[in-house]
């Protein structure tokens, strides 16, 4: 089992960046596909990144390519997301999980807010 906590999040101005972290626990971090996803207010939750156990293979939703980044530290079990040029739509909860992910995986995930 892996447990989650995500943090790093806040409220920015367009064009602000961001860098988010969640720090896993649980022996089987370093051998997961880790990804990130985001909940905005009345919509479903959706993927956003996804890095393959080692790093070397990355998938990101079309709306935050070439603006956000997904990496990893395996030593520090821990999955970070740097977002960049942040625009108001992508204003959301986000939470890291498993990719796919688990239902027993979501954590309380961490607010970004991106004011126009």
């Known amino acids: 089992q892996v447990q989650l906590v995500e943090s790093g999040g806040g409220l920015v101005q367009t064009g602000g960046s961001l860098r988010l972290s969640c720090v896993a626990s649980?022996?089987?971090?370093?051998?997961?596909?880790m990804g990130w996803f985001r909940q905005a207010p009345g919509k479903e939750r959706e993927f956003v990144a996804a890095?393959?156990?080692?790093?070397?293979?990355?998938y990101y939703k079309d709306s935050v390519k070439g603006r956000f980044t997904i990496s990893r530290v395996n030593a520090k079990n821990t999955v970070y997301l740097q977002m960049n040029s942040l625009k108001p739509e992508d204003t959301a909860v986000y939470y890291c999980?498993?990719?796919?992910?688990?239902?027993?995986?979501w954590g309380q995930g961490t607010q970004v807010s991106v004011s126009s």
């Open positions: 999980n498993t990719d796919p992910p688990r239902s027993t995986g």
């Open positions: 649980g022996r089987t971090f370093s051998a997961s596909t």
């Open positions: 890095i393959n156990w080692s790093g070397g293979i990355t």
